[in-house]
């Protein structure tokens, strides 16, 4: 279970108020990190995604102290780090929404295991989303039986 993700944005309200209308959730002001906020999908799980502005980095704290925010001047948007995520929005919610910001939304097949649609925070940050219909298909497809047939077949994942 995946409870929150952090991710980092050039306009973190922007991204955050976006993240929120395709959960259908809420947007809030992250206290711990000034300019950062918190979206909430307010479901039973407490789902969440960090957006932190794009400067801003996680440290290792020093001794017993825990991690401490860090600014940098090296961030270039594009980043492996991405999320899949069930959302109650359909297909053309999510459309429009991209549309709106100007951000790259994409329908996708995914090995023809399930599919998702890509949509590109800023066009640098990608959150795989799922509407209700592809989210029954991921978890069809990523069942611990199905898994293990598919990666038994390769013998270095198995072996690993």
């Given amino acids: 279970m995946l409870h929150h993700i952090s991710i980092a944005a050039q ?15 809420e947007a809030y002001p992250f206290f711990p990190h000034p300019g950062s906020y918190m979206v909430f999908a307010m479901d039973e799980h407490g789902t969440a995604i960090e957006v932190y502005p794009s400067e801003i980095k996680l440290a290792p704290g ?26 109650p929005s359909s297909q053309e919610e999510i459309e429009e929404i991209g549309k ?5 939304v994409l329908r996708c097949n995914r090995d023809s295991f399930f599919d998702v649609i890509e949509f590109w925070l ?13 989210a029954e298909q991921y978890v069809a497809a990523t069942s611990p039986e199905n898994l293990r047939r598919v990666f038994i077949a390769n013998p270095i994942l198995a072996s690993v």
Avoid: C
Avoid at 14 to 21: C, G, S
Avoid at 67 to 83: C, E, L, S
Avoid at 124 to 133: A, G, S, Y
């Fill in 11 to 25: 306009n973190p309200l922007r991204v955050a108020q976006a993240i929120a209308k395709v959960m259908k959730g």
């Fill in 62 to 87: 020093e001794g017993d102290e825990q991690y401490q925010f860090v600014k940098t001047n090296n961030f270039n948007g594009m980043t492996a780090t991405h999320a899949a995520i069930s959302v």
């Fill in 100 to 104: 709106r910001e100007g951000w790259r």
């Fill in 122 to 134: 800023e066009n640098t940050v990608m959150l795989e989303l799922l509407t209700p219909e592809m």
